[in-house]
């Protein structure tokens, strides 16, 4: 399951769908989200957050899809919302320990970087599916 989710992340990139996209769909089917759906409610994080030299896409979706494992829906409790937060903090923080950073232009030194990315698409996957636990 793992690796299948990690390898459908590098697919999709290399289809030309943006970092954010590409993990996100990816990881919708294991909450019941249409592939559609993921690409459209990420496809503005894609790029530095739509090339403005932001987090990278492949970070926004680990905090996207946090929410779909962790998220405060309307009836749960402000705990939620906090194992929510911790959840963003641990992704994160596993990101940039591995990566180095977690903005775009550090990343990609400044350049549009499409071949970087793959390592930081796979980076991003295997991160989210080790921490909720897919072998």
Same mark, same amino acid.
């Given at each position: 399951?793992?690796?299948?989710?990690? &390898?459908?992340? *590098?697919?999709? =990139?290399?289809?030309?769908?943006?970092?954010?996209?590409?993990?996100?769909? $990816?990881?919708?089917?294991? =909450? /019941?989200?249409?592939?559609?759906?993921?690409? @459209?409610?990420?496809?503005? !994080?894609?790029?530095?957050?739509?090339?403005?030299?932001?987090?990278? /896409? $492949?970070?926004?979706?680990?905090?996207?899809?946090?929410? !779909?494992?962790?998220?405060?829906?309307?009836?749960?409790?402000? &705990?939620?919302?906090?194992?929510?937060?911790?959840?963003?903090? &641990?992704? *994160?923080?596993? !990101?940039?320990?591995?990566?180095?950073?977690?903005?775009?232009?550090?990343?990609?030194?400044?350049? @549009?970087?499409?071949?970087?990315? *793959?390592?930081?698409?796979?980076?991003?996957?295997?991160? =989210?599916?080790? =921490?909720?636990?897919?072998?």
């Amino acid at each position: 399951m793992k690796q299948s989710i990690v &390898d459908k992340a *590098v697919e999709l =990139y290399e289809l030309g769908y943006s970092s954010s996209q590409s993990v996100c769909a $990816a990881l919708a089917g294991h =909450y /019941g989200l249409d592939q559609e759906t993921a690409m @459209k409610m990420s496809a503005s !994080f894609g790029d530095g957050t739509s090339h403005l030299n932001g987090t990278c /896409g $492949a970070v926004d979706a680990l905090v996207v899809m946090a929410g !779909f494992e962790k998220g405060q829906g309307l009836l749960d409790t402000e &705990d939620i919302r906090e194992e929510n937060y911790k959840m963003v903090r &641990d992704l *994160v923080g596993q !990101f940039k320990k591995r990566n180095g950073s977690v903005y775009c232009y550090q990343l990609c030194e400044g350049i @549009k970087c499409r071949e970087k990315c *793959v390592k930081y698409i796979q980076s991003a996957a295997e991160i =989210y599916t080790d =921490y909720i636990g897919l072998k």
